[in-house]
């Protein structure tokens, strides 16, 4: 990032207290409590991504446990100790960064200096970053100490990777896994930056900054940074996403639309517009995913489901498409968009891909599962005529109805299904397609459930996805 003459956004709202911690609520809530209620482990372990506060947090920590004067739980922030701890002087809280210093001479200073009291804390505190990067013989030389420390030692890990962290470690530690933070919990952090910065943001530039950061503040904040010195304090959608190559909030969302509906002209027009106003396409994979995943979550947990990962705004739109499209169906699409992120690694021409893979995304999204055929068999048997309509319901826009013979006449209303003489020739309904694996293909059983179902004709068998 280019140099700027003021203090870096990341680092001038970096939190200071427990309360300014964004996100990491049942982390903080636990700490405060061993605060209060004296119970302090020996040691602590931090795991997360990068940028969501792993070290913020370890420095918070530290100064509420050796604070002069702490305001309840919360570090004064004014104290010497504070002061220190902030600024990285403090005598008494040691950093050491595994990522480039993991060896056994780099931990033989901890473990010598153990013994001695803390100069002027309650506590001597070390904190150890990036921690799955010290060597074994680093580890080993530090278990004794972990296992039996003075009662005035504490230790802090913190680390991007705990599956790498050696289970002997881990068991002596008191465990925490922090979370990414949520795209509005960002964007409400970002607006309240931009007031104190008296820099006038638009909504969706914020939420575009948010999903650009994927979860990590620090981020979002250099982002937010790096667009203020570009475009001066007015920051717009426009901006943010053409910074960042992302697309607009209300285009993902019609490429959603179009998936859902099957409209295929819709979804290469999109793609053709992304692609020629060079947005980064994998990029745009994912955000799709992630719109899939938040309709999936809306539709089975509605629109107040705490994993919802979408502003106010999204949320309409997200209610909107969940009341349009069977739950099966909108899974399916789900995984078709995850096999074609995975994909997208691999391949050189991603255009084609995300093309080829959308449609039929939306041919998916269109046709009808095996669980609704198999659930109106069920209705069908229960009520003959109503599962019927259903099925017919759910399938895709109907093929134009052939024109009745005796058409020359004035033209009467067709008169309903079940309103028919004669039940043993029904007219036949819109043809359903079938997606089915080759295991269920095999299934006589499933096989003469499915074509007792009347009106429904299975007319095209796809080849199973690997
Ligand atoms: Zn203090």
Redesign the pocket.
Known sequence: MAETTHTALPLKYRPMTFDDVVGQEHVVRTLRHAIEAGRIANAYLFIGPRGIGKTTLSRIFA?AL?????RGVE?????????EIASGRSLDVTELDAASHNKVEDVKPIIESVEFKPASSRFKIYIIDECHMLSNAAWNALLKTLEEPPAHVRFIFATTEGDKVLPTIVSRCQRFDLRRIQTNDIVARLKHVCEKEGISAEEDALLAIARGAEGGMRDALSSLDQLISFKGDKVTEEDALGVFGLVSRTALEDLARAILTGDTAAILSSIEMFDSSGKNMRRIAGELLQHFRNLVVVQALGPNAKSLTATPEQVKTLMEQARQVDAGRVFRVCDQIADMEDKLRYVLSVRTLIEMSLIRASRIATTATIEELMKAVEELRANPSSAAVKIAAQVPPPAPAPVPEPSAVAPRPEPVAANRPSPEKPKPRPDVELSRRKDILDDPKLNSILSSIPGATIVDIKEPRK
Not at 75 to 83: H, I, K, L
């Open positions: 100064k050796n604070c002069q004067s702490p570090p004064c922030g004014e104290c010497v100790n504070c002061r």
